[in-house]
T-cell receptor, first 113, second 117 residues
Framework: KQEVTQIPAALSVPEGENLVLNCSFT??????LQWFRQDPGKGLTSLLL?????REQTSGRLNASLDKSSGRSTLYIAASQPGDSATYLC????????????FGQGTELSVKP | GAVVSQHPSRVICKSGTSVKIECRSL??????MFWYRQFPKQSLMLMAT?????????EQGVEKDKFLINHASLTLSTLTVTSAHPEDSSFYIC?????????????FGPGTRLTVT
């Protein structure tokens, strides 16, 4: 059974810092991995999607990497801003369960001005 | 593009009543829609997967008679919480997958906050 874990559960940094969020998964048989952002009381916004054959994806100040063999992904946020404060969720799409997304618990990020 | 809406955004109902939540894909057709539940400070838990024109597939532990799902068209799925109880209070999020050309990327609605008193 696929399990997704995110570390840390919460993170507080001063504005301007570069930071890394971690995601690990137990079964490397994934179709792709997706990072989402969730603001309090809101739905999910997709940030980056990495196919299983890819190593990384970049969008603006965000860079996500994928090491399928070790079951790890990282989300790198450069030059953090207070507007980046949100919960970041990692999810893997499994191959053998109809393409279901399995979510981690999320990392709650707070960027202090 | 790829916008998913939910209605209502917030609902309060009395224990024992039923409440319906709508999920619509506004600018694309979705053969598959997903319903998730999220408790405070917790991640999303998949409740069921619905395919247009067929019965929904429920995850283990989710009562199909309590959470009725209808995927009547390629742009609309509904979740009805029947005989709601306070423990059903939660944040319900739907998601839609494109019929074609979108790979397997899912697009999420803004969520519905259900409070059962």
């Amino acid at each position: 059974k696929q399990e997704v874990t995110q570390i840390p559960a919460a993170l507080s940094v001063p504005e301007g810092e570069n930071l890394v969020l971690n995601c690990s998964f137990t079964d490397s048989a994934i179709y792709n991995l997706q990072w989402f952002r969730q603001d309090p009381g809101k739905g999910l916004t997709s940030l980056l999607l990495i196919q299983s054959s890819q190593r990384e994806q970049t969008s603006g100040r965000l860079n996500a990497s994928l090491d399928k063999s070790s079951g790890r992904s990282t989300l790198y946020i450069a030059a953090s801003q207070p507007g980046d404060s949100a919960t970041y969720l990692c999810a893997v799409r499994v191959n053998n369960q109809g393409g279901k997304l399995i979510f981690g618990q999320g990392t709650e990020l707070s960027v202090k001005p | 593009g790829a916008v998913v809406s939910q209605h209502p955004s917030r609902v309060i109902c009395k224990s024992g009543t039923s409440v319906k939540i709508e999920c619509r894909s506004l600018d694309f057709q979705a053969t598959t829609m997903f319903w998730y539940r999220q408790f405070p400070k917790q991640s999303l838990m998949l409740m069921a997967t619905s395919n247009e024109g067929s019965k929904a597939t429920y995850e283990q532990g989710v009562e199909k008679d309590k959470f009725l799902i209808n995927h009547a068209s390629l742009t609309l799925s509904t979740l009805t919480v029947t005989s709601a109880h306070p423990e059903d209070s939660s944040f319900y999020i739907c998601s839609a997958r494109m019929t074609s050309g979108g790979g397997w990327e899912q697009y999420f609605g803004p969520g519905t906050r259900l409070t059962v008193t």
